[in-house]
């Protein structure tokens, strides 16, 4: 059985060619009967649009090139997943290209690469690899697509999609000094911007209410549980008398549970944890983790949302979008 073409399907709704392309592209009006007509065509032959002869006519695919480094983290993972649902639902489909630590490939040659593929737009989620004050996409002229940037600083001239930093962790620090503790450490992750960011207002809020905020309160760790348990025997030992935590993830927090516990230090009666994320086994941990819910499906969808309209429109990019997040009180604070 021969496959069906573009051609045959204008035979089958008894249109020209011409008005099937328009009405698959969008590009000119097709009114609604002669739509469906070849919807129904379409759907009764078993037709398939070329997508790459489609791509060579149009200078971009149906095609969404999509950048991160990992997909064994929780956050990353459901990131992808919101890209994904999103994409699907406005119509393309998306190109998942890894970068590998130990991978020589520059910034540089991984756009020059996408933009041969000639993807539609580009969603850049890695942000222990690129901050965006080192991007410079003027070189790339007219051949680089729209791009958008999820969980990285925010830039003039760039679309940023982001969730409310400032407002997680001030909700995470206030609760803490609500419930009387005084001697707050920090578990901090990687030197990445968001990472830094809550570090700097972890300083700020601690300094302001008079509290100790020097070094010495502060453990830099991974994202690992081993990383937290690491990072919570240091803090013990610079301060044996420490009554709360504030780790960079839930991970972190659950290593610093794990520690606490083997020092017979009690949560939260004694030690007050929150964790960030809200993974969904935060909650199944003894005791239940509190921590900062951050809407990570939704800022993959936000930043599809956001690319579509740049494709479509070729309007100015938002520069920078926050999402809300949402302080989940359980039992650890």
Not at 60 to 83: A, E, K, M, P, Q
Not at 187 to 216: M, V
Not at 262 to 283: H, L, Q
Not at 294 to 305: D, M, Y
Request: contains cysteine.
């Amino acid at each position: 059985m021969s496959i069906a073409n573009i051609k045959d399907v204008a035979r089958h709704a008894n249109v020209s060619p011409g008005t099937v392309s328009n009405a698959l592209s969008g590009k000119r009006p097709v009114s609604p009967q002669t739509q469906q007509r070849i919807l129904d065509s379409i759907s009764t032959l078993g037709y398939h649009p070329d997508t790459l002869a489609q791509s060579l006519v149009n200078g971009h695919s149906r095609t969404l090139g999509v950048v991160t480094n990992h997909l064994d983290d929780y956050g990353t993972s459901r990131v992808l997943t919101g890209i994904d649902q999103q994409a699907a639902q406005n119509g393309y489909s998306i190109l998942l290209t890894m970068v590998h630590r130990n991978n020589q490939i520059t910034n540089n040659q991984m756009l020059t690469q996408l933009i041969s593929h000639r993807v539609a737009g580009i969603i850049w989620a890695v942000p222990e690899l690129w901050n965006t004050d080192e991007v410079n996409l003027a070189q790339y002229g007219d051949r680089l697509p729209p791009t958008v940037f999820v969980l990285m600083n925010p830039n003039t001239g760039l679309s940023v999609v982001n969730y409310n930093i400032v407002d997680g962790t001030t909700q995470a620090m206030q609760h803490l000094i609500r419930q009387g503790r005084k001697r707050i450490a920090h578990i901090a992750g990687p030197a990445t911007w968001d990472s830094q960011q809550r570090t700097l207002i972890w300083y700020n809020i601690l300094s302001e209410a008079g509290l100790p905020c020097d070094e010495s309160y502060l453990a830099v760790s991974d994202w690992s549980v081993p990383g937290g348990e690491k990072a919570m025997h240091n803090l013990l030992n610079q301060h044996p008398d420490l009554d709360a935590v504030l780790a960079c993830n839930d991970h972190n927090a659950i290593g610093a549970l794990k520690v606490l516990r083997a020092a017979n230090r009690n949560v939260p009666s004694e030690v007050s944890i929150v964790g960030y994320d809200n993974m969904p086994e935060s909650g199944y941990v003894s005791p239940a983790l509190t921590t900062i819910s951050l809407p990570f499906a939704e800022l993959g969808r936000t930043a599809v949302r956001q690319l579509c309209q740049l494709i479509d429109s070729a309007a100015q990019p938002q520069p920078n979008i926050l999402l809300p997040v949402e302080l989940v009180v359980r039992e650890s604070a």
